[in-house]
């Protein structure tokens, strides 16, 4: 047998071998959207890349957050049950130096605060408590806690119409009107301004929807005035 008719020549194979079909021709999509993708083939391929790319870089991100979450939280509760009074503040400090921007570490502040007020430290209370008030966003529904903080830590160091000007503010909140106004009238009391007080006593107890206990309390305020 000759080589020219031998079936195993390449000529005789390229013969019966079956065209080369690719992925992309098994789909049997219409022609001109396979046409499409064969001539941007690269930019697809890129495109798809970048989205597998940050796809996987948001995933890391969120698993990171949830854990700087879970972990400064954990280190503040440890923070607030340490009952050792000299280590509770370097515990918080801790939070605060570890987390910087989260959560945990502005109730470690916070905390530091009330720390400060147990210690009788107010100056250097109420002085951490504005840091922290001048921090918050001006909707935040931390700032009025951190106002009532600072009403309270005046009242206890005598600055009166400082805690008087705290006060009328929170009065002024909605959800705060009752503490406000209870804390204007206590520190006019405090100032034998029975007359001012019983004002403010006159303007809670018209307040909508008051508590009935508090309006037991109000009355009896107002009947030894």
Do not use: C
Request: no cysteine; charged share 30%; hydrophobic share 40%.
């Amino acid at each position: 047998m000759s080589e020219q008719n031998s079936p195993f020549t390449k000529l005789h194979i390229e013969e019966v071998t079956p065209a080369k079909r690719t992925l992309l021709d098994e789909l049997n999509l219409p022609p001109k959207v396979t046409k499409f993708i064969r001539d941007n083939a690269q930019t697809l391929k890129t495109t798809f890349i970048a989205i597998i790319v940050l796809s996987a870089a948001w995933s890391f991100y969120n698993y990171y957050t949830q854990k700087q979450k879970n972990d400064a939280a954990t280190l503040l509760a440890q923070a607030m049950y340490e009952v050792d009074p000299e280590k509770k503040p370097q515990k918080l400090q801790e939070v605060i130096a570890s987390f910087p921007r989260s959560d945990a570490a502005l109730w470690g502040k916070i905390e530091l605060a009330h720390d400060g007020v147990a210690k009788k430290e107010y100056a250097k209370a109420k002085e951490e408590l504005g840091k922290i008030l001048a921090s918050l966003d001006k909707d935040s529904p931390l700032s009025p806690l951190v106002m009532l903080d600072m009403a309270q830590v005046d009242e206890l160091n005598s600055d009166l119409d400082s805690a008087l000007a705290q006060y009328a503010k929170l009065a002024e909140i909605t959800g705060f009107a009752t503490v406000g106004y209870l804390g204007q009238a206590r520190v006019y009391e405090q100032k034998n301004e029975n007359g001012k007080a019983r004002e403010i006593y006159e303007k809670l107890k018209a307040q909508e929807g008051l508590e009935p206990s508090v309006l037991e309390w109000v009355e009896a305020k107002l009947a030894r005035l």
